[in-house]
């Protein structure tokens, strides 16, 4: 299975913009890039997804380089509430099915 | 919006217990999931249904029983807790299997004494 390798942790102050990075070398053509955040005691929530081409919400901005290879999630103006640790997935078709396999995460601290 | 409700939110069990954990999901999603996280680990795929009274198996199914009676149900048995096991069990679902995103409860913390 496809597989995604993030820093264990990084640290910010409130009002950075953050740079969270994400290594896919072994990334198939039709594998998603999908990140979620997870606060404790909670489950994962939603932040992103693409494919090839960059994308923006309302959270975050998603960079995905040329070849697919590695992507980054953009957090602008980071606030306390912004501390959590983020998943990057890929999204694997397998025989019809589809399952994200989730990795080890980044854990975000911020600080005031 | 919906929201997704799982129950107990902390079980102790005993070594060799049968333990049930239920997840409920009031969005009318077809497929539904469950995941265990273990400290400092990854979330691991038990099971998942895409519909109702479907089943399939995840990477880590070996322990584990599922059931899809209902829609907007899903439980996990396991069958015999080992001792000293602690983990977290996510339960998600999705409008289809093909969805892009999970919507995910807040977990059931288990510790086996």
């Known amino acids: 299975d496809a597989k995604t390798t993030q820093p264990d942790s990084m640290e910010s102050t409130e009002g950075e913009t953050v740079h969270l990075p994400c290594s896919h070398a072994t990334i198939s053509g039709n594998e998603y890039i999908y990140w979620y955040r997870q606060v404790p005691l909670q489950g994962p929530e939603y932040v992103t997804h693409?494919?090839?081409q960059n994308t923006t919400n309302s959270m975050a901005f998603l960079a995905i380089a040329s070849d697919r290879k590695s992507s980054t999630l953009i957090l602008p103006h980071v606030s306390l509430r912004d501390a959590a640790v983020y998943h990057c997935i890929l999204r694997v078709k397998e025989g019809g099915s589809a399952k994200l396999i989730f990795g080890e995460g980044t854990k975000l601290t911020v600080s005031s | 919006g919906g929201i997704i409700t799982q129950t107990p939110k902390f079980l102790i069990g005993q070594e060799g217990q049968k333990l049930t954990l239920k997840c409920q999901q009031n969005?009318?999603?077809?497929?539904m999931y469950w995941y265990r996280q273990d400290s400092g680990k990854g979330l691991r795929l038990i099971y998942y249904?895409?519909?109702?009274?479907?089943?399939q198996k995840g990477d880590l199914s070996e322990g584990y029983d599922a059931s899809r009676e209902k829609k907007s149900s899903f439980s996990l048995t396991v069958t015999s807790a080992q001792k000293n096991e602690m983990a977290v069990f996510l339960c998600?679902?999705?409008?289809?299997?093909?969805?892009?995103?999970?919507?995910f409860g807040s977990g059931t913390r288990l510790t086996v004494l």
């Open positions: 998600a679902s999705s409008p289809s299997l093909g969805a892009e995103t999970l919507y």
């Open positions: 969005f009318n999603h077809d497929t």
């Open positions: 249904s895409i519909t109702e009274n479907d089943l």
């Open positions: 693409g494919l090839q």
